[in-house]
């Protein structure tokens, strides 16, 4: 089966710096990567996937980037603030009308302000 | 236009016992599937309902099943509970997409503590 690894376990930065979380998967067949951000005590959000077809994927101070070659993708925080400290995820699934999702075992993001 | 909901958010058992988590899917959604996340983990995958159908499991042992109802809405059973069961159980849903994967919404959990 897939598996998703995760690096680094835990992320500090400075309000203002950037942050990249990066991730490996290992089954060639998976072609959906969704990136999950989830705060103390709430339920994972989405916060931006990208789709096989696509190697660069932007929401405003958010980007992933995905490497079909090398099975990496990564998640990129730019200008990272207060609110980002939370726990982020990455996971990998495959199309066929099912969606069993890999998730990998998350970075703790924090900024220090 | 409500999300997914799971009641209940809290719950305690003992070694033995068995439980029923109940999720109600966001609407228009008609896919749910069942996660565990043990403390300091990512989510694992327990297996997904669609059409009143298990669709896919993950690696979890017989005493976890499943339902799922015409309204779409789900249950997870856990029998002859385990103190390695304590965790949040997610609840996620989506819309069934025969070529591509559409994204999946989650609910606030149920804490499962066993004792």
């Known amino acids: 089966g897939e598996n998703v690894e995760q690096h680094p376990s835990t992320l500090s930065v400075q309000e203002g710096d950037s942050a990249v979380i990066k991730c490996t998967y290992s089954?060639?067949?998976?072609?959906?990567f969704p990136w999950y951000k989830q705060e103390l005590g709430k339920r994972p959000q989405l916060i931006i996937d990208?789709?096989?077809?696509?190697g660069e994927k932007k929401d405003q101070r958010i980007a992933v980037t995905l490497n079909k070659t090398a099975k990496h993708f990564s998640l990129h925080i730019t200008e990272t603030q207060p609110e980002d400290s939370a726990v982020y995820f990455c996971?990998?699934?495959?199309?066929?009308?099912?969606?069993?999702?890999?998730f990998g075992t998350g970075t703790k993001l924090q900024v220090i302000p | 236009d409500a999300g997914v909901t799971q009641s209940p958010t809290h719950l305690i058992k003992t070694r033995g016992q068995q439980v029923t988590l109940r999720c109600s899917p966001k609407?228009?959604?008609?896919?749910v599937s069942w996660y565990q996340q043990a403390l300091g983990q990512g989510p694992q995958f327990i297996f997904q309902?669609?059409?009143?159908?298990?669709?896919q499991r993950g690696n979890f042992p017989d005493r976890f099943s499943g339902h799922q109802f015409p309204n779409y809405s789900s249950e997870l059973n856990v029998n002859a509970l385990l103190l390695g069961d304590s965790a949040l159980y997610l609840c996620?849903?989506?819309?069934?997409?025969?070529?591509?994967?559409?994204?999946?919404?989650f609910g606030d959990g149920t804490r499962l503590s066993i004792l």
């Open positions: 996620a849903s989506s819309l069934a997409g025969t070529y591509s994967n559409q994204p999946q919404h």
């Open positions: 089954d060639s067949a998976s072609n959906y």
């Open positions: 990208i789709r096989s077809n696509v």
């Open positions: 996971a990998a699934s495959m199309t066929g009308g099912y969606q069993k999702v890999t």
């Open positions: 609407s228009g959604h008609d896919t």
């Open positions: 309902y669609y059409e009143e159908e298990e669709r």
